[in-house]
């Protein structure tokens, strides 16, 4: 058998397969200090230990939102933060039926020769940090591969390196216990149109599983989290039909029937076009073997975010305000979303791209 059976093989599987459970998805709740730094500051509230911790605290403790989560992403401060009474962040996951994750990956570097493509460091240590993570109640983790569209890109070297990165974090995963989601990002930076993306997304995605297959990873013990199909950021918008046509027909050309679920990014997307869009793929009647659902940061936080304002008065309404988005979600993860989870304030429906985003 090419794939690897180590001691953590079955429950890789039973819990790849429950974060890909339907009506399910999860909250990328992992941004670095300086990256969660800039969302404070929009709000213009200080990047202080307190202050994350008490945005994060907001989250966590949503009424009525982790029933609808199977897993949350934390940046390694957060697996280890506590809310104001004292319980540790991961067990008030765990209590909700929520699975931690734990981004491993140490940011982009520039790829010397090409033109500002990147590859992703955190190999060093990664194996020990794996297994701390695991010990600390993490059960999976995110390792995020950035890629660009242009004249000459994404170029094949910067294919295989990423390729073969993602492959050595994911096998160095398992061997720890922690499922790993992989995730080859396409930037939307640029004014291709969405025949240019399809085609980066299904050479880059076909290289990606050759290389997991290259490195034996236990392809049932992972999950995707990929870019939608989308034209370039200065191209005319698409509709979400069209959009959830290319994204399905990229996915089913490329991933294993064995991968139990794909996660979307949100890329830059508003709250309400990300829902949309995932919402059309899942109302696709042609046959998809794995779960589609959703890994959003921006695209589950930014209402919240905005209604918060780091004050503790607005708490209640903004986790209602999470709340509508984790509902419109997971309705989307069934293709039963109506639409309607914008609110009236008009926040889900704000653009939330940022060229060259870093997180």
């Not at 046509?245 to 990014?265: H, K, M, N, Q, S």
């Given at each position: ?155 094949e070297l910067s294919i295989q390196q990423n390729a073969q990165g993602l492959a050595r974090y994911a096998i160095i995963c398992q061997e720890n216990g922690l499922v790993p989601i992989v995730e080859p990002e396409i930037l939307t930076d640029g004014s291709h149109d969405i025949k240019q993306c399809a085609a980066a ?159």
């Amino acid at each position: 058998m090419s794939a690897f059976v180590g001691k953590y093989a079955e429950e890789l599987i039973k819990n790849a397969k429950y974060i890909a459970t339907p009506g399910k998805g999860i909250l990328a709740a992992d941004e670095s200090t300086g990256t969660i730094g800039k969302r404070l500051s929009s709000i213009n509230v200080e990047n202080i230990e307190s202050n994350r911790q008490a945005l994060r605290e907001l989250l966590f403790t949503s009424p009525s939102a982790l029933p609808l989560l199977s897993g949350v992403i934390l940046f390694e401060e957060t697996l280890y933060q506590k809310t104001t009474d004292g319980k540790p962040f991961v067990d008030v996951l765990l209590d909700n039926g929520v699975l931690p994750g734990i981004k491993v990956d140490k940011g982009t570097v520039d790829l010397a020769g090409t033109n500002g493509e990147t590859t992703t460091q955190g190999f060093d240590s990664l194996g020990s940090r794996c297994s701390q993570y695991y010990k600390a109640g993490a059960r999976f983790a995110k390792w995020r591969a950035v890629l660009k569209i242009g004249a000459t890109e994404p170029s094949e070297l910067s294919i295989q390196q990423n390729a073969q990165g993602l492959a050595r974090y994911a096998i160095i995963c398992q061997e720890n216990g922690l499922v790993p989601i992989v995730e080859p990002e396409i930037l939307t930076d640029g004014s291709h149109d969405i025949k240019q993306c399809a085609a980066a997304t299904e050479t880059v995605l076909a290289a990606v599983y050759k290389a997991l297959n290259d490195q034996h990873v236990l392809l049932e013990g992972t999950l995707l989290k990929p870019n939608m199909v989308t034209p370039g950021s200065d191209s005319p918008k698409v509709s979400p039909e069209e959009i959830a046509e290319y994204t399905v027909a990229a996915l089913r050309r490329t991933v294993p029937p064995a991968v139990p679920g794909i996660v979307f990014l949100s890329g830059g997307q508003s709250e309400e076009e990300a829902t949309v869009n995932l919402n059309a793929m899942n109302k696709l009647e042609v046959v998809k073997p794995w779960t589609l659902s959703f890994s959003f940061g921006r695209a589950l936080q930014q209402s919240t975010l905005k209604t918060w304002a780091g004050k503790k008065e607005n708490v209640e309404i903004a986790q209602a305000a999470f709340l509508a988005r984790c509902k419109a979600n997971s309705e989307a993860t069934l293709g039963k979303y109506g639409g309607g989870g914008s609110g009236g304030d008009g926040l889900a429906s704000q653009s939330l791209y940022e060229k060259g985003y870093k997180y």
